[in-house]
């Protein structure tokens, strides 16, 4: 069992692992920056370690520091969380290599998954649909696949991940541009700045898979639609898809279980899939081996806390859940609230929250970091907190929402709030089933 | 840092749900570490929220705002951040003193939240001096570059 667990993260998802993990009886060491040494999910775990300076390009992403930090902290076990260093090959070796233990895949999965053109071979031997694209390690490759593909065409981060050093491309005379903006993206928040070429589906729904392996046996916790998205940053995900026949569903969550089943799977997991809007053929995007930040949605509507199934796999325990045990009941909907100004064409919005008057009460779940006088630093990511409604149906989810939203303050600085009562009040959403396409038509 | 966790979040919505089954309007708790109010909505909205405040939880101060665009002349950050006055690591500058820009041109990026946001120079006219070395963290408002 773990002892004493290492969280190699910040913000909501460090205070979310926390919790979980004092409910267990495991104690809690944050790595923490110098921009987060007073932060909340610092005063709530049993102690703090310094991993860094404040830029993740001197603590948060540096691999030697964060595991020197677990070791003198004396831990067994290091939480990645998602983003940063979650699904780093190399970190996860050096954890292991350390004697501790990493809560995440194997280390050949990481590998695998972590490179989104192995992992589209390894989806292909599994026997899974893909998208038509591929590899370009030069900008000459980039030009030659494009002209395969077409447009409009996706440019896409290699080791990406969270819609980071990602570019849509409508035609030829935006590729150079959108090449140079997506390698500086990927290298800032990836450390790698190669990226492949992708067919652009427009009307695609996003839809994903939770998934649980030991090792040795799989399961699915059901499907999430994550299809109203900014600039492919997810900002509305919902349990189940809605709108969507059982069978193409079930077609879904069977082909992520099989990959899981081929890959011999470890932990916590996220099989992404393109869905055709209209006739709900599917094609496999990626796997993402961490926990998402979605997660809470399908924790709602099964009962499962996921991250205490990953620290019991990585204890070494094997699956206590069967594909029967999960019985998913109503309907979830989260909404991500980020420091960004909708108003300024959502440009990031850092600063002081003097007053966060969350949402509470039956159905409602707010999993965030931010409390009154806390700090957005501008080194990060700009989510704040999220927002989970549930209910026994997604139109009681749709109204709980609306209700949420409307009582939800934050004063000090812009969020996306506004944006989110906007989506919540679009007959397109409350209908539900929306594409990729839906903010585009979003009222103003 | 503590031993454990005051209140859970399934204390939060229980609390939540006796008050709103409740006369009481509001439930305010002050401890020494923390002060939450949980309180019905004004007006005819009913929802509930939840309002956390804790001893000593504020970060240090991010990048303040530093105002200081004097400068008709500047073009001035739009945002906190890392400037950059090139695409990539190597590459050759998107500006240089001397260069003549458009309102459209890009004369560096700016880092921020992990994402890069194009700077465009906003007006036309010809770089006289560059004021921010590559990679150097700035604040909203300062100022990057200015035009003769």
Same mark, same amino acid.
């Given at each position: 069992?773990?002892?004493?667990?290492?969280? +190699?993260?910040?913000?909501?998802?460090?205070?979310?692992?926390?919790?979980?993990?004092?409910?267990?009886? *495991?104690?809690?060491?944050?790595?923490?920056?110098?921009?987060?040494?007073?932060?909340?999910?610092?005063?709530?775990?049993?102690?703090? +370690?310094?991993?860094?300076?404040?830029?993740?390009?001197?603590?948060?992403?540096?691999?030697?520091?964060?595991?020197?930090?677990?070791?003198?902290?004396?831990?067994?076990?290091?939480?990645?969380?998602?983003?940063?260093?979650?699904?780093?090959?190399?970190?996860?070796?050096?954890?292991?290599?350390?004697?501790?233990?990493?809560?995440?895949?194997?280390?050949?999965?990481?590998?695998?998954?972590?490179?989104?053109?192995?992992?589209?071979?390894?989806?292909?031997?599994?026997?899974?649909?893909?998208?038509?694209?591929?590899?370009?390690?030069?900008?000459?490759?980039? /030009?030659?696949?494009?002209?395969?593909?077409?447009? #409009?065409?996706?440019?896409?981060?290699?080791?990406? &991940?969270?819609?980071?050093?990602?570019?849509?491309?409508?035609?030829?005379?935006?590729?150079?541009?959108?090449?140079?903006?997506?390698?500086?993206?990927?290298?800032?928040?990836?450390?790698?700045?190669?990226?492949?070429?992708?067919?652009?589906?427009?009307?695609?729904?996003?839809?994903?898979?939770?998934?649980?392996?030991?090792?040795?046996?799989? *399961?699915?916790? &059901?499907?999430?639609?994550?299809? *109203?998205? =900014?600039?492919?940053?997810?900002?509305?995900?919902?349990?189940?898809?809605? +709108?969507?026949?059982?069978?193409?569903?079930?077609?879904?969550?069977?082909?992520?279980?099989?990959?899981?089943? /081929?890959?011999?799977?470890?932990?916590?997991?996220?099989?992404?899939?393109?869905?055709?809007?209209?006739?709900?053929?599917?094609?496999?995007?990626?796997?993402?081996?961490?926990?998402?930040?979605? /997660?809470?949605?399908?924790?709602?509507?099964?009962?499962?806390?996921?991250?205490?199934?990953?620290?019991?796999?990585?204890?070494?325990?094997?699956?206590?859940?069967?594909?029967?045990?999960?019985?998913?009941?109503?309907?979830?909907?989260?909404?991500?609230?980020?420091?960004?100004?909708?108003?300024?064409?959502?440009?990031?919005?850092?600063? =002081?929250?003097? =007053?966060?008057?969350? #949402?509470?009460?039956?159905?409602?779940?707010?999993?965030?970091?931010?409390?009154?006088? &806390?700090?957005?630093?501008?080194?990060?990511?700009?989510?704040?907190?999220?927002?989970?409604? /549930?209910?026994?149906?997604?139109?009681?989810?749709?109204?709980?929402?609306?209700?949420?939203?409307?009582?939800?303050?934050?004063?000090?600085? #812009?969020?996306?709030?506004?944006?989110?009562?906007?989506? +919540?009040?679009?007959?397109?959403?409350?209908?539900?089933?929306?594409?990729?396409?839906?903010?585009?038509?979003?009222?103003? | 840092?503590?031993?454990?966790?005051?209140?859970?979040?399934?204390?939060?919505?229980?609390?939540?749900?006796?008050?709103?089954?409740?006369? %009481?309007?509001?439930?305010?708790?002050?401890?020494?570490? %923390?002060?939450?109010?949980?309180?019905?909505?004004?007006?005819?909205?009913?929802?509930?929220?939840?309002?956390?405040?804790?001893?000593?939880?504020?970060?240090?101060?991010?990048?303040?705002?530093?105002?200081?665009?004097?400068?008709?002349?500047?073009?001035?950050?739009?945002?906190?951040?890392?400037?950059?006055?090139?695409?990539?690591?190597?590459?050759?500058?998107?500006?240089?003193?001397?260069?003549?820009?458009?309102?459209?041109?890009?004369?560096?990026?700016?880092?921020?939240?992990?994402?890069?946001?194009?700077?465009?120079?906003?007006?036309?006219?010809?770089?006289?001096?560059? %004021?921010?070395?590559?990679?150097?963290?700035?604040?909203?408002?300062?100022?990057?570059?200015?035009?003769?």
């Amino acid at each position: 069992m773990i002892r004493r667990l290492f969280i +190699a993260n910040r913000g909501e998802i460090a205070l979310r692992i926390v919790r979980t993990a004092q409910r267990m009886g *495991i104690e809690t060491v944050l790595g923490a920056s110098q921009a987060d040494m007073n932060s909340l999910p610092a005063m709530m775990a049993d102690e703090v +370690a310094l991993v860094g300076p404040a830029p993740s390009s001197q603590g948060y992403l540096v691999i030697e520091r964060v595991v020197a930090a677990a070791i003198a902290a004396r831990c067994d076990a290091v939480h990645p969380g998602y983003g940063f260093l979650s699904e780093n090959a190399a970190f996860a070796r050096a954890v292991i290599a350390a004697g501790m233990r990493f809560v995440g895949p194997e280390i050949v999965t990481l590998e695998g998954m972590g490179d989104k053109l192995a992992a589209r071979a390894l989806a292909v031997e599994a026997g899974l649909p893909v998208l038509q694209g591929g590899e370009a390690a030069t900008r000459a490759d980039v /030009h030659a696949r494009a002209a395969q593909t077409g447009y #409009p065409l996706l440019l896409k981060a290699v080791a990406g &991940g969270g819609g980071k050093g990602m570019r849509r491309v409508d035609h030829a005379g935006e590729l150079d541009t959108a090449l140079d903006m997506a390698q500086a993206e990927a290298q800032a928040a990836f450390g790698n700045a190669a990226v492949y070429v992708e067919r652009f589906v427009a009307r695609g729904r996003h839809v994903e898979v939770q998934i649980l392996g030991d090792g040795v046996s799989a *399961i699915h916790l &059901g499907t999430r639609d994550c299809s *109203i998205q =900014r600039r492919f940053q997810k900002l509305v995900e919902e349990a189940p898809a809605p +709108a969507m026949p059982e069978s193409a569903r079930a077609a879904i969550e069977d082909a992520a279980v099989q990959l899981a089943r /081929h890959i011999a799977y470890r932990g916590a997991g996220t099989a992404e899939f393109l869905v055709d809007a209209d006739d709900f053929s599917f094609f496999f995007l990626e796997l993402n081996a961490r926990i998402q930040v979605e /997660h809470p949605v399908t924790e709602a509507i099964t009962g499962v806390d996921i991250v205490e199934q990953q620290l019991l796999i990585a204890s070494g325990k094997t699956l206590g859940l069967t594909q029967a045990m999960v019985r998913p009941v109503g309907h979830a909907i989260e909404v991500r609230i980020n420091a960004e100004d909708p108003e300024l064409d959502f440009r990031p919005s850092p600063g =002081r929250v003097v =007053r966060a008057a969350w #949402p509470a009460g039956a159905g409602v779940r707010v999993d965030t970091h931010i409390t009154n006088g &806390g700090e957005v630093p501008p080194y990060y990511d700009s989510l704040m907190g999220k927002l989970i409604v /549930h209910g026994k149906s997604r139109a009681e989810a749709v109204e709980r929402l609306g209700k949420a939203l409307d009582t939800l303050v934050i004063e000090g600085l #812009p969020t996306t709030t506004p944006l989110h009562r906007r989506i +919540a009040a679009d007959p397109r959403f409350i209908a539900g089933g929306v594409d990729t396409g839906f903010l585009a038509g979003l009222a103003k | 840092m503590s031993d454990d966790l005051p209140l859970t979040a399934e204390d939060v919505a229980e609390i939540a749900a006796i008050l709103e089954h409740s006369g %009481f309007r509001e439930l305010d708790l002050s401890t020494r570490r %923390f002060r939450l109010r949980v309180a019905k909505g004004d007006g005819a909205q009913d929802g509930l929220t939840q309002e956390w405040q804790w001893a000593g939880a504020s970060g240090e101060i991010a990048a303040d705002v530093a105002g200081v665009q004097a400068d008709p002349a500047a073009i001035c950050s739009p945002l906190p951040g890392t400037f950059y006055r090139s695409p990539q690591p190597g590459a050759p500058p998107f500006v240089n003193a001397g260069d003549t820009v458009g309102e459209e041109t890009v004369i560096g990026i700016i880092e921020t939240m992990k994402l890069m946001n194009p700077v465009h120079a906003g007006r036309s006219g010809t770089i006289a001096e560059i %004021f921010i070395t590559d990679g150097t963290l700035v604040t909203k408002g300062q100022a990057l570059v200015r035009l003769a």
